[in-house]
């Protein structure tokens, strides 16, 4: 597959805080894998794959980044409490 070879403007301002071409491009790379596990459209291990490091290197970049790995609705959340006060009630007998 062809690489796709885009133009981005960055304003000056963004320039003062050490940006060059090589981390404008890391970053854009990054947002766009970002975007693609956040929308589910890949597992952390492919968008390890496509930023060149490791699914637990991938799953530390999102902590770092401050972007959720795991993203449960408060009912999903509640669920997964009562599986494990199930568990510990099990483990108990």
Known sequence: ?????????VEPELLK???????VQRRVNEW?????????VISSGKAGK???ITR??????????????INYTAQELDEEFEAVKSLEVHQLE
């Open 56 to 69: 637990i290197e991938f799953i530390n970049l999102l902590q770092r980044r401050g972007i959720a790995y």
């Open 17 to 23: 805080f050490g940006f060059n071409q090589d981390k």
């Open 50 to 52: 496509l930023l060149g």
């Open 32 to 40: 766009l894998v970002f975007s693609l596990f956040t929308d589910g």
């Open 1 to 9: 597959m062809k690489e796709g070879i885009f133009e981005i403007r």
